[in-house]
Structures are given as C-alpha cells and as structure tokens.
C-alpha cells in the first residue's frame, strides 16, 4: 500500500538532488570525447553506463540513458498513491510507450525486419499493449492497428481511412499523440486542481505545438483541400491553438505573420520557423516545458506537481545528455550542441 | 619498320606515300582533337574548382542542419523516421559523348518520398540533402567527365607524339631509301641499256 501523496513529494523532493547542476552540464559538454564523458558521468548520480559492443554508440548511450530514466520513473510509480499512480502511469509510461508504437508503425509501413524495428524501441516493459515484438510481426500497419484492438490505441482504428486517403503514415503518428493527450487530460482528472492544469498545460501546449508542426508539414502535402475538409478528423485534440488557426497555418500564403499572431507562448517557440531554424523550435518547446515544470513546483511545491516536475526535468536531461553524447562521438563542435540545449549551462 | 622487310619497288613506295598521305592528315586531325580536349580540360577545370566551392557550402548548410535535426530528436528517432521513407533514391547512368569521350551521364528516376512523412525539422534536413544529392550528382558526372577527358587527352597526345616522332620519321626514312634504291636501280638500268646499246652498235658495225 502506498504511504500517500506527501510521501511521494517528500521522495521527489529528494530525487530532485539527483538532477545534474548546470555546472555537471557544462563539464559534461567539455569532456573532450565520448571515454571522458562516461567517467563524468559515473560520478554523477547516472552512476556507471557501458556502451555495448557492435551497436552503434550513440544508440547504446540512448538506450543506456532511456534505461535510467526508467529506472527514476519507477521510482517515483511507486511512491505515488493510488490513483496518482494511474495518473504518472500514463503522463510518463503511455508517453514512452507511444514513441514506440510509432516505430514499429513506421517500420511496418516500409516493411522494416521485425529485429530493426525491436532495436529501435525504447527499452521499457508494456505499458498499454501486451507485447510489441507481436506487433514488430505483423504483416502490416493494419495488422498492427486491428492488434491495437482492447488497448488504450484502439481508436487509432478510426484513422486508417486517412493512412488510405494519405497513402501515408502521418495521420497515424499524430492521432496516437492526440489519444495520448486525451488520455492524459482524463486521467488528470483525478487531480488536484493545481496539479491538474499544470499536467493539461504541460502536455497541451506539446499537442498545440506538434499540431502546429504538423499543420506547417502538411502545406505541402498533395492533397491538401482534403486535409483542409477532414480537419477535425485529423486534429482530434488541441489545446489552446483550435481547429481555426491549424486551418490558417495551412492555407496561408506566408507564415510570418501568422507566427507572429499567436498567442505566447506559441509565437515565441515557433519565431525560429522564420530563420528556416526548425530544430530551434523543439529546443524552445523543451525550454517552456522546462519553465513550466519549474513555475509547477514554485506554485505547488508541496503538492503534486512535484512529480510532474521532477518526471519532465529528468526526460529534458536525458535529451541534453543523449545530445551531447552524440556529439562528441561525432566531434561536433560543443557550440552547435549547446545552443540546442534545454538545460541552461 | 625495320628497313631489312622493306621491298624496293614502285608499288610499295606509291603505297607508302599514300599511307604517309593518310598518317599526316590523321595527325593534323589528332593535333586538332587534341588542342581541342586541352581547351575543354582547362575550362572544365575552372568550372569544377568553382561547383567544388559551391557545393561545399551547400553541404555544411545541410550537415548543420542535420546535426541540429539529431540533437532536436536523438539519434534513435531520426534513423526510425528516415527509415520511414518508402521510396529510395533511383538513377539511371546513361552513356554520353564529347568528341567522341564517353562519360556517364546520371538521370534520377526517382526521388525518395517525404511527402508529410517527417517530422518538420527532419524534413528540411531531407530538402536540403536532396539540393545537395543532386549537385553531387552532378559534380560527380562532371568530374568523371573531366577525369576521361584528361584520359583521351593523354591518349591523344601519345598518338600525336608517336606520330611525329617514331611513325612518320620512320615512314619517310623508308621511303627515302626506296627512291634511292630505285634511283639506284635506274642508274644501273641506264648504264646496262647503254652497254649494251654500245654492244650491238659495235656488232651492227
């Protein structure tokens, strides 16, 4: 039996100590090269991590790093009482596990080896499904979807008229991010109401953004009046950007202005879109995510949002981490790693 | 051609003066063929240093564009996602011809599909790759261009060089001892006509 929410904020509170200092960040970024940065990490909390044999190793290091913050994750599942529990469960797990089921969609839609398709996965037990490797098998992206069947993704069902209608994977990917932030906005209902809008806000305004994403993908798509006609079969769930300004991001002529007629904190992560920038615009979702896990525990420090928080920093982390791994075993220049950062150095 | 084989009559020599006719037209033509392909090699060049520039540049712009795409989504995703494109690249090389030089020229068939398949930051990262795929095409067709141009120019200056220096001085060198054979044979033929006109004069006599 779990031993109650202030259990489980006092945990975070100390897992918090765990998160790197900016200053382990920036020595991390100066390591020189991959053997200097995996002993600066061993006296980190992250501990000891070997990369493994005939992988590539910025892979391995992904998978090592997904391997820890599952590891944090759990921890933090099992000091969550009762229904919060169901509620991290899905905010942290069922986010995971839709990357996931998007690459073995993606694999059986170009009819991947179901053994490239289980190395691409992030190595975590199912959340919602019972076994991917039965899914990684199927004879199909229909076959995967029909498996679906009796799992939280069953709807994705509805969107094979459009994978038909596309002859293309994209109306998959995004309504598997839509059920999930259905399913998180549900489940949050269980919620303190503090809790509540920071957990919608932190996952919504990631939906409004890859909406937007998706919106400015899909100008150049064929059929296009199309896309425009079954918009809200398309976009199932938004946040604060509505089905209206998904409409205009597809229709209009130029996108400058229309960046700069949205709300905040929309303009402002998507401005590098008009510098032809578009990693800029991931690197400022995960900076307002950061802000807004941060302003979480400022307003509710001795509540749930804690967690919420403490889940978010650590994903965040492993990005920066997964990102300055792979660049120094490319022998990128540092500084074209770090201004993609979330982390501030 | 060694001079021992040589047959000293007047058919040979008409034969290798008009052999010798021949191989000094097909010099001129080679010389010709051969300024020409300096011409071409030398203007190839400038234009290849100039792409070479160009197309070094457009690779940086799309390798940082790459590597931001790699940060923004980790490496795993950006292989999951560009393994996601159901059609390759496809070329036809075909052969082509500059003065008779062969050289491949490559037509792309088919371009990948990336057609709302990306995520957005992937997706220009797969523009700019293909800018820059077709320009290193194209640089590479121009290059072996080069590269078999300065191959026929080579050849073609060997031939030219054997032409003027080994096989036409040879071929003179022949014909001007087939005419000083004949001439010696007609010598001799003159004065045994004129003995032996003398000899029947003084029989007649």
Not at chain 1, 198 to 222: P, S, W
Not at chain 1, 306 to 330: F, H, P, R, T
Request: hydrophobic share 45%; with cysteine; charged share 30%.
């Amino acid at each position: 039996m779990s031993p109650g929410l202030p259990y489980l904020v006092v945990r975070c509170h100390s897992l918090l100590g765990r998160l790197l200092t900016p200053s382990d960040m920036r020595r991390l970024a100066e390591a020189g090269d991959i053997e200097g940065f995996l002993r600066l990490l061993s006296h980190t909390p992250y501990g000891e991590i070997a990369l493994e044999d005939g992988v590539d190793p910025s892979i391995s290091l992904e998978r090592a790093l997904n391997y820890k913050l599952l590891g944090r994750v759990e921890e933090v599942l099992r000091a969550a009482p009762g229904r919060m529990g169901a509620f991290l469960e899905v905010f942290t797990l069922m986010r995971l596990e839709v990357i996931n089921l998007k690459r073995i969609l993606r694999g059986r839609f170009t009819g991947l080896p179901p053994s490239s398709i289980m190395a691409s996965l992030i190595p975590m037990q199912p959340y919602g499904v019972a076994d991917y490797g039965e899914l990684a098998e199927a004879g199909d992206v229909v076959e995967v979807v029909s498996r679906l069947r009796g799992t939280p993704y069953e709807a994705l069902e509805e969107a094979l008229d459009l994978l038909r209608l596309f002859d293309a994977l994209w109306p998959l990917e995004l309504r598997l991010s839509h059920l999930y932030f259905s399913e998180v906005s549900r489940e949050a209902e269980v919620l303190p109401s503090v809790a509540r809008s920071i957990a919608r806000r932190l996952i919504g305004v990631e939906v409004d953004v890859e909406n937007l994403l998706a919106a400015i993908k899909l100008r150049a798509v064929k059929k296009r009046g199309e896309v425009l006609r079954r918009i809200g079969e398309i976009f199932t769930s938004t946040y604060l950007i509505d089905h209206e300004v998904i409409k205009r991001v597809i229709e209009a002529e130029a996108l400058q202005p229309l960046v700069k007629g949205l709300d905040h904190p929309y303009d402002w992560i998507l401005e590098p879109l008009l510098e032809d920038d578009m990693a800029m615009i991931r690197a400022r979702l995960r900076r307002y995510i950061r802000t807004l896990a941060m302003d979480g525990r400022r307003v509710d420090d001795y509540g749930m949002s804690v967690a919420l928080s403490y889940i978010m920093l650590n994903e965040l982390e492993k990005d920066d981490l997964v990102s300055i791994g792979w660049g120094l075993i490319q022998g990128i220049p540092m500084e074209d790693v770090t201004r993609y950062l979330t982390h501030p150095l | 051609m060694s001079l021992s084989g040589v047959r000293p009559t007047k058919g040979f020599l008409m034969e290798l003066k008009r052999r010798i006719r021949f191989i000094e037209r097909g010099c001129e033509f080679l010389k010709l063929k051969r300024d020409h392909l300096a011409k071409e090699l030398s203007a190839s060049i400038e234009v290849l240093k100039g792409r070479r520039r160009l197309l070094l540049a457009e690779l940086r712009e799309a390798y940082r564009a790459l590597t931001a795409a790699y940060i923004a989504l980790g490496p795993t995703e950006v292989k999951s996602q560009a393994r996601s494109v159901r059609r390759g690249l496809k070329v036809d090389i075909i052969p082509r011809s500059v003065m008779g030089v062969l050289y491949p020229y490559v037509r792309r068939c088919e371009k990948p599909s990336i057609e709302g398949e990306l995520d957005v930051t992937l997706r220009r990262v797969a523009e700019k790759m293909m800018e820059v795929i077709d320009d290193v095409i194209r640089l590479a067709e121009f290059e072996a261009r080069i590269e078999r141009i300065a191959d026929e120019l080579g050849k073609t200056n060997r031939k030219v060089n054997a032409l003027e220096n080994i096989v036409i001085p040879q071929h003179k060198r022949i014909i001007k001892f087939i005419e000083e054979k004949l001439d010696e044979e007609s010598l001799d033929d003159l004065v045994r006509i004129k003995l032996i006109g003398g000899a029947l004069a003084r029989r007649r006599e």
